[in-house]
Structure formats: structure tokens, C-alpha cells
């Protein structure tokens, strides 16, 4: 007997009301499944265009702007 065929069973003993929730998590449970290869393509997305737009950053020796650059900007808004 596989592993359906043993949650069919033991499901089958259940008040409908609990089978019900039971089918709840199932769906739960599929929906989650099926959404993770659309997040980790999300992921992999994201490193990409982080990558994309850092590239080149690493060479530089400063930063255009200095801390003090930035405080007085904001504080000057």
C-alpha cells in the first residue's frame, strides 16, 4: 500500500468536518509547493539584477559621498 492509499484510509475514519480541514491543509500544502519554483526564480532574478547593478562598484577606491555629505543633505531638506 503507498503513502495515498494510507492517508486515504486513515482520512476515511474522520468526522467530514475534520476531513475538510485536512483538505485545507492539502491545498496549503500544494499551493505552497507550487509556488516555490516561482520564488526561487524571483531569487534568482533579484542576485541578478543586484549583480547587474553593482557591477563595475567594486573598483572604485572612495565613495562619491562622504557620511557628512549625506547628513547635511538630509538635515538641510
Known sequence: ??????IDNQVRRLP????AEV???VEYLLTKTEQKPVRD???EWTRMSLASAM???EEESEPE??????EE?????
Open 16 to 19: 467530514e468536518q475534520t476531513q
Open 41 to 43: 526564480e524571483e531569487q
Open 73 to 77: 543633505r538630509l538635515s538641510s531638506s
Open 55 to 57: 557591477r563595475g562598484l
Open 23 to 25: 483538505l485545507d491543509f
Open 65 to 70: 559621498y562622504t557620511e557628512a555629505d549625506l
Open 1 to 6: 500500500m503507498n503513502v495515498a492509499e494510507k
